[in-house]
Antibody, heavy 119, light 112 residues
Framework: QVQLVQSESKLEKPGASVKISCKAS????????LNWVRQVPGQGLEWMGW????????TYVRGFRGRFVFSLDTSVSTAYLQISGLKIEDTAIYYC????????????WGQGTLVTVSS | DIVMTQSPDSLAVSLGERATINCKSS????????????LAWYQQKPGQPPKLLIY???TRASGVPDRFSGSGSGTDFTLTISGLQAEDVAVYFC????????FGQGTKLQLK
């Protein structure tokens, strides 16, 4: 069955960097676009952008350009989200999520990685 | 930019009763070329990721019980849960994918 398994929660200081992983299994990794979605605890869902798992080409939503980097290691069917220059307001749960075709509804989600930024 | 507005923000329904959640888009999400509404619904329980319930406004995702149904077209959509069960307590989000994916603010469903 399709699974997206993310790395464990992280506690980081302001200004630091963090890298979150999302390991896929149960399907051909390069056949499906992967997305990243942010959720501030207790709040709504915000789409951050996507990465073409076939080409490695990332696309970032306005507001997530600059400090946020999507990358891949197709040899281990894993996508990564790196956030640099962490700010307090980056504290959130970050989800990877797959779209089943070229239409952007999300059929499978990782379990989420909580990133806490605190001094 | 499209704005997705759900109503109500929260509601309490008795076991076995019907729950109705509304979602309004500020722009039309019906693509007339394929006659599809680019609207999805998700369920999120505490400590869990969202789970896809409905896509194309009315198509149930695999494994979703038939007590969940979606309706509507254009700018106004409804998620109906018929015969509420205890495990349906959750936050529900609508999401349009006509343009860049955008979620509603969520509706918290509780037991009365």
């Amino acid at each position: 069955q399709v699974q997206l398994v993310q790395s464990e929660s992280k506690l980081e200081k302001p200004g630091a960097s963090v890298k979150i992983s999302c390991k896929a299994s149960g399907y051909t990794f390069t056949n499906y676009i992967l997305n990243w979605v942010r959720q501030v605890p207790g709040q709504g869902l915000e789409w951050m952008g996507w990465i073409d798992t076939n080409t490695g080409n990332p696309t970032y939503v306005r507001g997530f350009r600059g400090r946020f980097v999507f990358s891949l290691d197709t040899s281990v069917s894993t996508a990564y989200l790196q956030i640099s220059g962490l700010k307090i307001e980056d504290t959130a749960i970050y989800y990877c999520a797959r779209i089943p075709n070229n239409y952007y509804y999300f059929d499978h989600w990782g379990q989420g990685t909580l990133v806490t930024v605190s001094s | 930019d499209i704005v997705m507005t759900q109503s109500p923000d929260s509601l309490a329904v008795s076991l076995g009763e019907r729950a109705t959640i509304n979602c309004k888009s500020s722009q039309n999400v019906l693509n007339t070329s394929n006659n599809k509404n680019y609207l999805a619904w998700y369920q999120q329980k505490p400590g869990q990721p969202p789970k896809l319930l409905i896509y194309w406004a009315s198509t149930r995702a695999s494994g979703v019980p038939d007590r969940f149904s979606g309706s509507g077209s254009g700018t106004d959509f409804t998620l109906t849960i018929s015969g509420l069960q205890a495990e349906d307590v959750a936050v529900y989000f609508c999401q349009q994918y006509y343009n860049s994916p955008l979620f509603g603010q969520g509706t918290k469903l509780q037991l009365k």
